[in-house]
């Protein structure tokens, strides 16, 4: 009875591929369209985006920074202007080439990332360091045309945030690309109840155009990372590149520091495969849609409704996101629906449970089901089982990542480790070379360099060549 | 002093189309990008958008909506599959032609509205009555290849939301258009305090595709109409093409009856053409970025910055959006750029006030200016002056809009009034062709039909061709 819907999602030990997609269909978080690599965002997945942007724009508006929009498409010779970037992104571009029914005498190119269109409004609009620091974001989608693709992990087009700052000095666009890292991982943290690594990506891993990347990297279910978000450092090389130049107030021209810094819908898959079981999603409840559903048993009977109805005005006065099911599904049904989307606490309550004046609450998280008298201080109650359901979600998940970090020395231990999935942290030369070697064997690459890697490197050597290592670095199999 | 910023916007009644684009510029609304017809948004003209957006989610919601996010891309054969939709879209497409290197299999259009995309994925998810309504909505950016473009009013590229319902029965389908046009005005009155005339349009004049398009209608300040916002009936037209049936409540097989509507980044065009006056913007306060400036007198005179700050904050605290201008520029510029931007009310407070124990208001729409002590309820005091702004703003534009809606029964009278703007209520038979020599001959068209106008054309005949009235209408010249 309890697992009409579920049994339609295949266990995570038995294909967590297959389960990561049925997850993400049963629970009507998106569909695909006709279009290869395009999915639909169906209400319940889109309102997941809708509170991590509604946290983020909050966090970046505290934090000095103002929305804008630029245009979609992005003039052939202007994505052209900066070479490194050009290189990176030119082959994952999709192309306009007619409108208004005409051919065009330029290519379009639909936004993969916009850092060639605030470059040339900043060269514009910037002329003293009175009008520094900028710092603007913008919410959109962008497309970059890929081969394979999965719902929210990687497809031709998805929604995010980009940030993109101008600044008078290096100093404080160091401080930028580091501190909106911070806001990233802490979101992670305190919203999605997601930890995770932290620390600057190697030469070959780093965004085209940028001196130096962050990246904050999560660990999925079955031991794999996951790219969460970047923040790029640029240096003055965009700046010249579109000469991007200031008087400073030693009235010197000079070009400006800048960086960037994403986070995409990417995110919904971090949540889905960190948190997810065999029953489906299970969300943690600062970024679930509903956090509390209330299951009416014997809804026909006069006043369980009203019952009903009377908890969800009460908590949702004091802003919990809450209702009641109402539909004329069977309560086992209901039950299971509630379970697939992950809905972290669910009400249960029936004639009899009003007799005895109490109701069932039950968590997702482990099905844990108590009791309690309707005389409870209510909202107290749910706030505070929200609040337990989140640290406890985030203890179980912290413990999976540090269960399996793993320190290695040698490349034989390096390939029997890999093999177990999760996080490795190794000496490295600090040559691509090694880099691409390593992932050829083994299918893994470097996630991050381990930003006090240098307490543990000395004397140590290179898992692949065997020189002395320059760095610590973390590596893993990826999405 | 006052006017340094302000001398640059040129004057309203010597050359409004430049005034307009003067205001859009100085107060920074937004930006040209370097590809023609596609604009940059910037942080004030974004934050605009951002208002309204908020506005409008908030009742969308309420009123049982539900955000969603389709894919910007059609096949080509998606959007064909509805005769008069595609004809009516297809001349002004831009249109996909590769990606990621490849030349692709079939064109994709960026969406100039998503109706098809909408209805693929209906068609998938509805089976039965118990599946309706679906009410979506998608907040994007859609793409209709212009030939004149200006800044908010028509544009290449524009932000907008789509809704797009479907629903059981023809009786809620009629009912969700006409709500969904009611959402509009309210917002208009209550937010942007825009009054409006609102009405179902011609065939002519009506989407593509549309059985019935209602719209609302705001009268700018040079005398043409603007159309803000429209919601459309489609009937089972679509649902037709798309083969989106549902088992009814009486088990048999029928079609969906489907809405769809719509509001724009034209709606700061409105703001602008309606209240703004020869010193540049006035914007309406509910809709304002910035509600009230504080803009400190001789400010490195010790204490003035601390009460401009403490003013700041107590304002802040009690939800209004208030900045301290703590810039290094001259109160006078700061005072001009306040104006610019339309910021309804400014504080002056510098040592004499502080002596005094006073500070001095200044109201953007009229210039009027008033000491209060500093012992007045100040949050009292700012919110009634904020209501007052909003009142007298749309008194002021209502007026405007009722002085210059005139009745004319000849064409003679018609083609005499049309040259001092405004909409003129005429008799008329109905015909196409006669709305067509109208527009020939005084570049008038139809902005739609007089709801109560059957009341007024009892024995009257149409002011082209002289046959019986079928309807009164509305006509304008119009942006």
């Known amino acids: 009875m309890k697992n009409i819907k579920n049994d339609a999602i295949c266990s995570m030990t038995a294909d967590f591929a297959q389960w990561y997609t049925d997850v993400c269909k049963k629970a009507e978080l998106m569909d695909y369209s006709s279009l290869k690599g395009f999915i639909i965002y169906r209400p319940y997945g889109y309102a997941i985006w809708e509170n991590i942007q509604n946290y983020l724009d909050k966090k970046f508006k505290e934090t000095g920074h103002e929305n804008v929009y630029m245009p979609m498409l992005i003039p052939e010779s202007l994505l052209q202007k900066e070479k490194d970037h050009v290189e990176g992104f030119a082959p994952e571009c999709a192309i306009v080439t007619r409108g208004g029914q005409n051919e065009l005498e330029e290519n379009l190119i639909i936004r993969p990332t916009s850092e060639t269109l605030f470059c040339e409004h900043y060269a514009k609009i910037v002329n003293s360091y009175r009008d520094l620091p900028k710092k603007y974001n913008q919410w959109c989608s962008v497309l970059r045309w890929e081969k394979t693709t999965r719902p929210f992990l990687r497809g031709s087009e998805f929604l995010w945030q980009e940030g993109h700052t101008i600044h008078a000095t290096e100093k404080e666009a160091r401080e930028e690309t580091i501190n909106m890292l911070g806001v990233y991982r802490d979101m992670a943290k305190d919203l999605l109840a997601l930890p995770s690594i932290t620390g600057r990506k190697t030469e070959k891993e780093k965004f085209a155009g940028a001196l130096e990347t962050y990246t904050f990297e999560a660990l999925m279910h079955d031991g794999k990372a996951l790219q969460s978000g970047t923040s790029h450092y640029f240096g003055q090389g965009f700046a010249k590149a ?198 050829e064997d083994t299918a893994a690459t470097t996630r991050c360099i381990v930003p006090d890697g240098h307490e543990h490197i000395q004397g140590k050597k290179c898992i692949y060549c065997g020189e002395d290592a320059k760095e610590e670095v973390y590596f893993a199999r990826s999405y």
């Not at 509390?292 to 009377?310: F, H, S, T």
């Not at 997702?364 to 706030?383: P, W």
Request: charged fraction near 30%; proline fraction near 4%; include cysteine.
């Open 242 to 439: 579109f000469d991007m130049k200031f008087l400073n107030s030693d009235n010197k021209l000079d070009y400006v520091h800048q960086t960037s810094w994403g986070v995409s819908t990417r995110l919904i898959g971090a949540i889905i495969m960190v948190h997810g079981d065999d029953n489906g999603l299970v969300l943690p409840p600062r970024v679930a849609p509903t956090q509390v559903v209330i299951i009416p048993i014997r809804q026909n009977v006069e006043g369980v409704l009203d019952k009903a109805y009377e908890l969800e005005k009460t908590l949702k006065d004091a802003g919990i996101r809450v209702k009641v099911d109402n539909t004329d599904k069977s309560p086992g049904y209901k039950f299971a629906e509630a379970e697939v989307r992950g809905i972290p606490l669910r009400i249960e309550i029936g004639p009899k449970d009003i007799e005895n004046n109490e109701f069932v609450l039950v968590k997702r998280l482990d099905g844990d089901k108590e009791t309690f008298s309707m005389d409870i201080d209510l909202i107290k109650l749910i706030n505070k089982k929200l609040d337990d359901v989140h640290e406890a979600m985030y203890a179980k998940a912290l413990k999976h990542l540090n269960d399996n970090i793993h320190n290695v020395d040698t490349y034989d231990e390096f390939k029997e480790k890999i093999e177990c999935g999760g996080f490795l942290k190794a000496p490295w030369c600090g040559k691509t070379e090694c880099e691409l070697k390593i992932k």
